[in-house]
């Protein structure tokens, strides 16, 4: 076990739906990551908060959308779903900014199909 | 432009011998950091071993060392003894200076045979 619990594990909707994907990182981080893991686009890196506010931003279509809230949970929210965001969606956490290696430590992560 | 590059989409090797899984990264900054992890067929991403860009030496953790050259920009990664449970995916990953995310490669897919 990581210490970063993402939900659902398993995820089937249809296009055009809305899906909420939920992470809480580990006791201590503030940093938490969302990326995407797909057959022909790899592991994309979509988006950072740190301590509720976003810090960086990557590959995030516009029908995507994350917070992190004062709990540091953070929610990755993807609207008007298409085939083509079927993926794994992982979510990961690190320590302060100011921490060496900066380590990050990767959910399980959920799998979303898209029918 | 591919920031890491890792040329082997498979490898295979047999059970107790040593393999290598290359990769290879652009940067123009002086300090980062290079990552690799692993992913099994269950799908979760395990951190493996870290190094610095000034790091002297070699990281080591385990069964897994970092070959690093930094003229070169590479950093292999090499694991002795390999076991049928390293059959995995291995990603290499790059973080720059002023950076927290990381960037990776494509993966190689390592076998492991008995």
Known sequence: ?115 | AQKITQTQPGMFVQEKEAVTLDCTYDTSDQSYGLFWYKQPSSGEMIFLIYQGSYDEQNATEGRYSLNFQKARKSANLVISASQLGDSAMYFCAMREAGFQKLVFGTGTRLLVSP
Do not use: M
């Open chain 1, 1 to 115: 076990d990581s210490g970063v619990t993402q939900t659902p594990k398993h995820l089937i909707t249809a296009t055009g739906q809305r899906v909420t994907l939920r992470c809480s990182p580990r006791s201590g981080d503030l940093s938490v990551y969302w990326y995407q893991q797909s057959l022909d686009q790899g592991l994309q890196f979509l988006i950072q908060y740190y301590n509720g506010e976003e810090r960086a931003k990557g590959n995030i279509l516009e029908r995507f959308s994350a917070q992190q809230f004062p709990d540091l949970h953070s929610e990755l929210n993807l609207s008007s779903l298409e085939l083509g965001d079927s993926a794994l969606y992982f979510c990961a956490s690190s320590v302060p900014a100011s921490s060496g290696a900066n380590v990050l430590t990767f959910g399980a992560g959920s799998r979303l199909t898209v029918l």
